[in-house]
């Protein structure tokens, strides 16, 4: 769909964008990587300036990342930021990748549950090990049936913390999410690959997972 057609010709994108991206401020860089961005997804002719941005420093890649996120479950232009954002989860800067990841954070209830492939996409990305906090926030905090995505995310992490030896917030809430898992999906393509996780859990004798049987078991 093209919007330029829409959008007052004194809004389109100027020439403050790419002077904003070329500063020697990073704030500055930031912020016309942002500016980059919101053009990109207004101006089909803006293209050009989000692929420069994606090809500059990271404080710019960082701006475009901020507008793929916050916009990324806003109808007409989930399509162009969910590709941006797949590109930025295996971005080679942790903050880009986090800023990114933050899409997650926007996701209501109902947007969560067509968020699979997004989630699948983050899973298989450089920020899984860095960036995963807010995807699981999200997961824990809805008041919906989880998507089944859920369970591959719990899965990698799991396999994560056993090669890493890691510990933490985020392994408490994919034991959490796991029984839940368990609870909302009984009988359907998920329950077995939720049992062998929860067999994983207790051989691994976390404490959290046996609270966690503990209390499903009452």
Known sequence: MRFASRIPVSTRPSSSSRSARRSAEPDVRQAGGRLAGLAGLLHDEAADLVDAALRGDARQRVGVAQVA?????????????????????????????????????????????????????????????????????????SRRRLPGATCVVCERLLSRAREEGAQGKNLRLVVKLVFRMYRQHQDDEWTPRVLELIDLLCLEGGMDATNEFERFER
């Open 69 to 141: 996120a916050a916009k990324f479950a806003c109808g007409d232009t989930r399509p162009r930021c969910e590709a941006t954002l797949r590109v930025l989860f295996d971005d080679a800067d942790g903050d880009v990748r986090r800023a990114a990841a933050g899409c997650f954070r926007e996701l209501s209830d109902s947007a969560l549950e067509s968020s699979d492939d997004l989630i699948a996409a983050f899973c298989g990305s450089r920020a899984l090990s860095d960036a995963s906090f807010s995807l699981l926030v999200t997961l824990e905090q």
